[in-house]
């Protein structure tokens, strides 16, 4: 395997693994940023996103063509989960409306349905997984979705408890033949990957900048597809971005996308993101797609050969998120003691994950993220701290 080292500032002694996903910000990312903070420094915010412009439009002109559609059907968001619940807004939910999602939904999204309950009387359904362990059962999706004709079907594509890969376009082709609204979050699939809207069939998706894109914290994006623009929907709190007060007692939404942005931006942020995106694409999705799982297979396969050590990720080709149990440890102090050896990791925890860590039986579990620019040998250093840590077991101080 080759490796795609990336202009990473100072990776010298740190095993960056994407801490929590969290991906190292690549150098153009760093200097879009602190230029345009600059810039705003000497001539002042207004004027400097005025002097950007072109630039400032890039963000949605290239997350559009990471994700295969138009600059006008992209809005920009304070974070997956903004987007996620502005997209969830826009739905006009009734008592006894179905939201149809799986099992492996991200917890936030899970909290945010179960909130729809409570406040709008929705049903939740959850679609059970195929007993392969492949994922969600496609065909039993699609059996509730005709029996239920729910108002949304939602699925993570790769959920933060693990490395499955939910198979989104399937679901898509289900949604599309019976007419359904389908949301994805892409959060963990997003510059892992290559992501084509139309592919998945989704008339919404969200993602985040920070994580594999390798852009900036506070940043993340919403894909709204025509047909939901065309049918009107809007978010619960729409401002004078994303719509005209056209008299009095009147407002009319802004026919793209906007519709789901408000008047102020971070722009120093949206030009880091809009740098991040460009580099993935130049590094190219094809290629970090082989790498970055390649990695995370092998050192799935590292860990999976020490004592005391479960790995736990499903799937015929899990992606770059390593989970495994460990035995005679608690999270913290495991966490901790990788910190301590200079390895970024992240704890998952039975809260964020309840049905999934119900089934597997663990009530936490450590996270590896390896990216496209750390190396086999970083992956070797890691294996061997890890069973280190499985031998000694956690000492009581
Ligand atoms: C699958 C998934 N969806 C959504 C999110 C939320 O992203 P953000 O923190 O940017 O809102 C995460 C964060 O870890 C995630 O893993």
Known sequence: MTALRADTPGCESVVH??????????RPVLQAMTDHLQLEAEIGGYEASAAQEVRVRDFHASIAELLGTRPGNIAFAGSATHAYTKAL????????DTVLTTRNDFVSNQIAFLALRKRHGVEIVHAPDHPDGSGV??????????????????????????????????????????GLLYLVDA???VGQYPLDVEEIGCDLLTGTCRKFLRGP?????????????????????????GARWTGPDTYRPVDTAARFEEWEFPYATLLGCAAAVRYALAVGLEPISRRTPAL??????????????????????????????????????FKAALDE???????????????????????????LSPHYYNTEDEV???????AELAARGQRIH
């Not at 999706?141 to 004709?149: G, N, P, Q, T």
């Not at 994006?221 to 623009?229: A, G």
């Open 17 to 26: 693994f994407n801490n929590a996903g969290c991906g190292l910000v690549a």
């Open 296 to 333: 995370a297979a092998r050192l799935r396969g590292r860990l999976a050969e020490i004592d005391g050590v479960r790995v736990l990720d499903g799937g015929p080709a899990p992606a770059a998120l390593v989970t495994f149990a460990i035995d005679g440890w608690q999270p913290q102090p």
């Open 137 to 178: 059962d496609v065909d039993a999706m699609a059996a509730l979705m005709r029996a239920h004709r729910p108002r949304l079907v939602a699925a993570t594509h790769v959920p933060t408890n693990s490395g499955l890969v939910q198979p989104v376009a399937e679901i898509g082709r289900h949604c599309r033949e019976l």
């Open 380 to 386: 070797g250093t890691v294996a061997a701290a890890v």
């Open 341 to 367: 050896l200079s390895i970024n990791s992240a704890l998952s925890l039975r809260e964020f994950a309840q049905f999934d860590f119900g089934d597997k039986d663990v009530d936490w579990c450590l996270r």
């Open 217 to 241: 914290r506070g940043s993340g994006f919403l894909y709204v597809s025509d047909r939901v623009l065309r049918e009107g929907y809007e978010p619960l709190f729409i401002d004078m971005y």
């Open 89 to 96: 807004s826009a739905i006009d939910f009734q008592p006894g």
């Open 187 to 189: 959060c963990q699939s």
